[in-house]
């Protein structure tokens, strides 16, 4: 029974390693915020449309002064609009947990303007956790899984950097710590 098992793991990590190679290593996925509340109560208009397939953003430009406007399209992996979910975002994300206890080094990249979301989407909030805490939470109920069958063993190794106006901060270390980086000059 036990060497089935071992047949079926390994079968489902060959299917799970092909079909991440056919999506393709390299996704990049974009997130619409949307409006504040003072957008909104501004009656702020958007510019940004995202298609029925959420695979391309429109963006919608007036220069001051002209008339006419320009549209300018984005093709993305996926593209989550305004009214996106913190659980939505990780979905598209998740499969990548598997991929971490396969072997395989992943990277998730945040990058934008200041007030973009990012640190939400990766965060979140105690009650709305962000992509971070939901992919570590997956990744420990896979490893509690696999270690009550007694046949796998897992270190786990996680960074968090931000990178700011040329410098690199390290998000997990304690500020208060003498020995703490805060910035590392390029």
Not at 31 to 41: D, Y
Not at 64 to 87: L, Y
Not at 121 to 127: F, I, L, N, V
Not at 141 to 146: G, L, M, P, R, Y
């Amino acid at each position: 029974m036990e060497q089935q098992w071992v047949v079926e793991v390994n079968e489902r990590r060959a299917l799970h390693n092909k079909l991440q190679d056919m999506v393709g290593n390299l996704r990049v996925l974009c997130r619409v915020r949307p409006f504040t509340k003072a957008e909104r109560s501004a009656e702020t208009l958007s510019v940004v449309e995202v298609d029925a397939r959420g695979e391309k953003l429109t963006v919608e430009h007036q220069a001051a002064g002209e008339k006419v406007s320009s549209k300018r399209e984005f093709d993305f992996t996926h593209v989550f609009g305004p009214d996106s979910t913190q659980e939505d975002v990780f979905h598209a994300t998740s499969d990548l947990m598997t991929s971490v206890l396969d072997g395989y080094n992943v990277c998730i990249f945040a990058y934008g303007q200041s007030g973009t979301g990012k640190t939400y989407t990766m965060e979140g909030t105690d009650s709305d956790p962000g992509l971070a805490p939901r992919a570590m939470a997956r990744l420990f109920e896979i490893v509690e899984k696999h270690h009550a069958g007694g046949n796998f063993e897992h270190s786990c190794y996680l960074s968090m950097l931000e990178i700011y106006n040329e410098g690199i901060r390290d998000l997990l270390s304690d500020p208060k710590e003498a020995t703490a980086k805060k910035c590392v000059p390029p």
